[in-house]
């Protein structure tokens, strides 16, 4: 009976320890450089690396107020607000006219200078950036 319970344990534990944990919006504030763009599901499949990027400089900045810009060659490509849903980015655009609209991205992987994020549509788009020190 005790041996039962302590391997339970362990393995509520290790279940516990694999969950990913949610991003607060403070932990993504600062810009972060597009090192690689990929759309896996075009055929074939689009892959922009570092070199391919370097062009376009392109990026995405979020800041205090949950703003958030994406840069593309220079020039503001789109802006609006997030907020966080656990590793969900729901990014509120503005649109022409005071019109908005609402997608999200998700964030599979992330540390304190590296992430991944991708569109959640069909067209799926990966992205893969690096926190600009």
Request: hydrophobic letters at 40%; glycine letters at 4%.
């Given at each position: 009976?005790?041996?039962?319970?302590?391997?339970?344990?362990?393995?509520?534990?290790?279940?516990?320890?694999?969950?990913?944990?949610?991003?607060?919006?403070?932990?993504?504030?600062?810009?972060?450089?597009?090192?690689k763009?990929?759309?896996?599901?075009?055929?074939?499949?689009?892959?922009?690396?570092?070199?391919?990027?370097?062009?376009?400089?392109p990026?995405?900045?979020?800041?205090?107020?949950?703003?958030?810009?994406?840069?593309?060659?220079?020039?503001?490509?789109?802006d609006?607000?997030?907020?966080?849903?656990?590793?969900?980015?729901?990014?509120?655009?503005?649109?022409?006219?005071?019109?908005?609209?609402?997608?999200?991205?998700?964030?599979?992987?992330?540390?304190?200078?590296?992430?991944?994020?991708?569109?959640?549509?069909?067209d799926?788009?990966?992205?893969?950036?690096?926190?600009?020190?």
């Amino acid at each position: 009976m005790k041996l039962s319970v302590i391997v339970i344990a362990i393995i509520v534990a290790m279940i516990a320890s694999s969950c990913e944990s949610s991003i607060k919006s403070e932990e993504l504030y600062g810009e972060w450089k597009y090192v690689k763009v990929e759309s896996p599901r075009e055929d074939p499949p689009l892959l922009m690396e570092e070199d391919d990027l370097k062009v376009d400089h392109p990026s995405i900045k979020f800041s205090k107020g949950n703003h958030l810009v994406i840069m593309w060659g220079g020039k503001k490509l789109s802006d609006g607000t997030f907020r966080m849903e656990d590793r969900m980015i729901r990014f509120k655009e503005n649109l022409d006219g005071d019109a908005t609209r609402e997608f999200p991205f998700l964030i599979t992987e992330f540390s304190k200078d590296r992430m991944v994020f991708e569109t959640m549509s069909q067209d799926l788009t990966r992205v893969t950036a690096v926190k600009v020190k």
